[in-house]
């Protein structure tokens, strides 16, 4: 920001660490309390898995109000559409997950069940730099907002954002990201509401849409858009807006089906609440980048030629909407101090919800796709919990560091953003027709994704080049080679796969690898904690006809799924935007209102699924434990978790030495027939 910050340097650090232990403490709490009244014990399997009993709802908020603020009303959809289609389609991909490897707790494990070690280590390396990316993009976007806020120095910040987070993940493990994901989004979505009421009903320089709409329109004739209808705002005809939403489409489905944290939580979610987790979760966080961007965005454009804008009377430096400063300019404009205030605790929500995910995805890829697989394949429940705790210090501390290198050498968030699918975006189609074609093989799925990899640097440095005659931040950071490398590398497997298949055959595969992952054996854990295995959520022993009840809601969940998700895609896509877009039409007043009406209606109905929907759902089990909580209060009672651990029969073992429950044994029969009768 051009003036001293709003808040000082104590607010900073305050939030930045006491809002991060208090979570850590909370987090503590919640596993003493889930131990004690829900027989939940942080064994490897619950750490990685939750259990696999935990429902699951996708939000993620990302600083979308810089799109808004270069093309007007069309950035915020298309950002929210670009990114909510790839959570949408996933939820076919992870259905097929939980239907053909139910005991799988990560992708990777399913690729080397498949293919074997060699096509496993390519896809580590993918799986890695989609995790590091997202972080790095994490960090280095919330630490120029805490900065610009705060003035707190940048590198402390990506130190100190961390923190909280590292110690509620690792007391809680995917718990941990699931509780407080619904803490955070619930904070969220009640910040964005004030930030679009402060804006659109009371704020002094603005107050209605229509004041909005008019500041908008003297905007665009102070500075028109070019490449937009009109040079207007107001209209979803951008040059410039289409460009952002293939390279937004692209990188997002790296940032995906590339992500081990979203095959984490698909692996959690219940059979019978997987498909409604993502649909709903897909179509609630559709608003909240939309109806953000589109207030805070648009706000920005109208307000800073009033004196109470930041950088007032200069409009933003490139640089500063990169870095996503828009968001925390246009909220100290509108609110002052206490938009400030207001912005640091959605960027510390945002930040640390989704950081939380990316810790548990690189300590389960570390733990049993490389541990667990290449060095200590008997390694004990005990070991795998000690190893993935160690796992999400030192990769919280290297990529802290990491970050700070990237703030220093100018590497901004919007720079990695764009960046994402020109690195991982080739892996994608493979990774898909792992689950979704039996005919693809090890060749294709092996070399697929580092020739698509290739294809696309060669595509994004060439262009840049061309373009710009030179290779800097500034030119590879622009829209058309972000654009050709990101094409590049989703679309250039679409040519590798079928290639290298045909030629060297295709593989006939039948799905009996997958089935025969097995969990992991935590019985020493349970034994230590006192606690019957059997009780621990995802250890008991299920009978065939549970195991048929699960089959038969996941083969018609899938049928489901690619319907729905198909017609959502094609609606949010095409039916929508693209008449708005081909015709070039420019919003009236009354149309503008509306179309923020509708933003505001979305959101209230993405915090009754986010918000309250969860508890209602939830209610029996928190019933039960404010119950106990009472009794042990009272002395009228204890929880019954005491209990023997369950036997192991070594004898059963298989390959690796790992003992095999029941459990496993009939979910891997149960896929097994399955296949065969195919």
């Not at 580590?124 to 120029?144: E, H, P, Q, Y």
């Not at 954002?161 to 989004?185: E, M, N, Q, R, S």
């Not at 996941?554 to 081909?582: C, D, E, F, H, N």
């Amino acid at each position: 920001m051009a003036t001293s910050p709003p808040l000082s340097q104590a607010v900073g650090y305050g939030v930045v660490l006491g809002l991060g232990f208090l979570f850590a403490f909370g987090m503590i709490l919640t596993t003493y309390v889930l131990k004690r009244y829900r027989n939940e014990v942080q064994t490897s399997e619950m750490f990685s898995t939750a259990g696999r009993t935990v429902k699951t709802w996708a939000a993620t908020l990302l600083q979308s109000s810089g799109v808004a603020y270069r093309y007007g009303v069309s950035g915020p959809f298309w950002y929210a559409s670009g990114a909510t289609v790839q959570i949408l389609l996933f939820a076919t991909l992870a259905i097929e997950l939980k239907r053909k490897a139910p005991n799988a707790h990560t992708f990777l494990e399913v690729i080397r069940a498949r293919y074997g070690v060699y096509t496993h280590v390519v896809y580590i390396v993918f799986g890695l730099m989609t995790n590091i990316l997202v972080t790095a993009m994490l960090l280095t976007g919330g630490s120029a907002v805490v900065t610009s806020l705060t003035g707190m120095p940048t590198a402390a910040a990506c130190f100190l954002l961390p923190v909280g987070v590292v110690l509620y993940t690792v007391f809680g493990g995917i718990k941990a990201t699931f509780l407080t994901d619904y803490v955070h989004t619930v904070m969220i979505l009640i910040i964005i509401l004030i930030f679009a009421f402060t804006a659109y009903t009371t704020n002094v320089n603005l107050g209605s849409p229509s004041k909005v709409y008019d500041l908008l329109v003297e905007a665009a004739k102070a500075h028109p858009v070019e490449g937009n209808a009109e040079g207007s705002y107001l209209t979803m005809r951008s040059k410039e807006g289409i460009i952002f939403f293939v390279i937004n489409i692209v990188g997002n489905f790296g940032t995906v089906f590339m992500d081990n944290g979203y095959y984490n939580k698909a692996i959690a979610a219940s059979p019978v609440h997987a498909l409604p987790g993502y649909v709903m979760g897909g179509l609630s966080w559709f608003a909240i980048p939309w109806l953000a961007a589109t207030t805070m965005g648009l706000s920005a454009l109208a307000l800073e030629t009033n004196a109470v804008f930041p950088t007032y009377p200069n409009r933003m430096p490139d640089a500063d909407v990169t870095a996503g400063l828009v968001l925390p300019n246009a909220a100290v404009a509108l609110l002052g101090k206490g938009g400030a205030a207001a912005t640091l605790l959605l960027i510390f929500m945002a930040v640390t919800s989704a950081s939380s995910a990316e810790y548990i995805a690189v300590s389960s890829i570390f733990t049993y796709d490389v541990y667990k697989t290449y060095f200590e394949p008997t390694a004990s429940g005990r070991k795998l919990v000690y190893m993935a705790h160690t796992c999400v210090v030192v990769y919280a501390i290297l990529l802290a560091a990491f970050s700070t290198a990237l703030y220093y050498i100018g590497i901004s968030m919007g720079y990695l953003y764009l960046m994402m699918g020109v690195i991982i975006s080739s892996a994608v189609l493979p990774a898909a027709l792992t689950l979704l074609w039996s005919g693809q093989n090890m060749i294709a799925a092996t070399l697929s994704p580092i020739l698509g990899l290739m294809c696309s640097l060669i595509a994004w440095l060439v262009t840049a080049k061309r373009e710009y005659g030179d290779l800097s931040v500034a030119s590879t950071g622009s829209n058309n080679p972000m654009l050709a490398g990101n094409v590049v590398a989703l679309l250039s497997p679409l040519i590798f796969v079928p290639v290298l298949t045909y030629a060297f055959g295709t593989q006939k595969y039948d799905w009996v690898s997958m089935a025969m992952i097995r969990l992991g054996d935590d019985s020493d854990v349970a034994a230590m904690a006192n606690v019957d295995l059997e009780l621990i959520p995802g250890a008991a022993n299920v009978d065939d006809e549970e195991l048929l009840a699960e089959k038969t809601k996941l083969k018609r969940s899938s049928l489901i799924a690619k319907t729905m998700t198909g017609v959502l895609t094609l609606v949010l896509l095409v039916l929508w935007p693209m008449p708005l877009y081909g015709t070039g039409y420019v919003f009236s007043k009354k149309f503008f209102t509306g179309w923020v009406s509708v933003g505001i209606i979305w959101l209230f109905c993405s915090t009754f699924c986010v918000g309250l929907y969860p508890l209602w759902e939830g209610r029996h089990s928190q019933a039960d434990t404010v119950r106990g909580i009472i009794k042990d209060l009272t002395g009228k009672g204890k929880p019954p978790i005491q209990g023997r651990t369950t036997d192991i029969d070594e004898g059963s073992s298989q390959d690796e030495g790992m003992p095999v429950r029941e459990k496993d044994r009939k979910e891997a029969h149960a896929v097994v027939k399955d296949a065969r009768d195919k």
